[in-house]
């Protein structure tokens, strides 16, 4: 009998689809990343970060939609003012956020993330490196942020250079 996805691994095959479909770059940040790369913590949520280029908000929303995800709010405003699209996933009730990237550190981020297995797809994920700036940058006063950079740090994932 073949092995079943975790949840969080049918979320982001789920993405991935999505992405797919209309041509877009993706890759996963946050706390799910922290875990591939040695943090050992519960979380209930899955953070991307999708750069859409010349695609818009509503092509990325119908091709979630395609995937089964839907909407967790009802005001468009909310996107325009964060950059976040919060959605579920149906299936798996994961919720997820969206991030819409832009040009700049994002776009520096999706260059140096690498594909790795998740559930036996091949997903992008930020590098270690670039984890560890991403929760060091949110200027959060979060015990949960700090933990993850130390366990990154003591898994021997991210190779820090910090003499250039």
Same mark, same amino acid.
């Given at each position: 009998? %073949?092995?079943?996805? #975790? %949840? !969080? $691994?049918?979320?982001? &095959?789920?993405?991935?689809?999505?992405?797919?479909?209309?041509?877009? #770059?993706?890759? /996963?940040?946050? $706390?799910?990343? $922290?875990?591939?790369?040695?943090?050992?913590? /519960?979380? @209930?949520?899955?953070?991307? *970060?999708?750069?859409?280029?010349? &695609?818009?908000?509503?092509?990325?929303? @119908?091709?979630? @939609?395609?995937?089964?995800?839907?909407?967790?709010? #009802?005001?468009?405003?909310?996107? @325009?003012? *964060?950059?976040?699209?919060?959605?579920?996933?149906?299936?798996?009730?994961? %919720?997820?956020?969206?991030?819409?990237?832009?040009?700049?550190?994002?776009?520096?981020?999706?260059?140096?993330?690498? =594909?790795?297995? !998740?559930?036996?797809? =091949?997903? %992008?994920?930020?590098?270690?490196?670039?984890?560890?700036?991403?929760?060091?940058?949110?200027? =959060?006063?979060?015990?949960?942020?700090?933990?993850? &950079?130390?366990?990154?740090?003591?898994?021997?994932? $991210?190779? /820090?250079?910090?003499?250039?």
């Amino acid at each position: 009998m %073949p092995r079943k996805r #975790s %949840p !969080v $691994a049918d979320v982001l &095959v789920a993405l991935d689809l999505s992405c797919a479909a209309i041509g877009v #770059s993706w890759y /996963l940040f946050g $706390a799910q990343a $922290a875990l591939l790369y040695g943090s050992a913590r /519960l979380t @209930a949520d899955v953070d991307v *970060t999708v750069l859409l280029g010349d &695609v818009s908000t509503e092509a990325l929303v @119908a091709a979630l @939609a395609g995937e089964g995800f839907e909407l967790r709010i #009802s005001d468009p405003a909310f996107v @325009a003012a *964060t950059r976040v699209i919060p959605v579920v996933h149906r299936a798996t009730g994961f %919720p997820t956020d969206v991030v819409l990237g832009g040009p700049g550190l994002e776009e520096l981020f999706l260059s140096r993330a690498s =594909r790795r297995s !998740v559930g036996g797809t =091949r997903i %992008p994920v930020v590098s270690a490196e670039d984890l560890i700036v991403m929760k060091i940058l949110a200027g =959060r006063d979060k015990d949960k942020d700090k933990e993850d &950079v130390r366990a990154v740090v003591r898994a021997g994932q $991210a190779t /820090l250079k910090l003499d250039e």
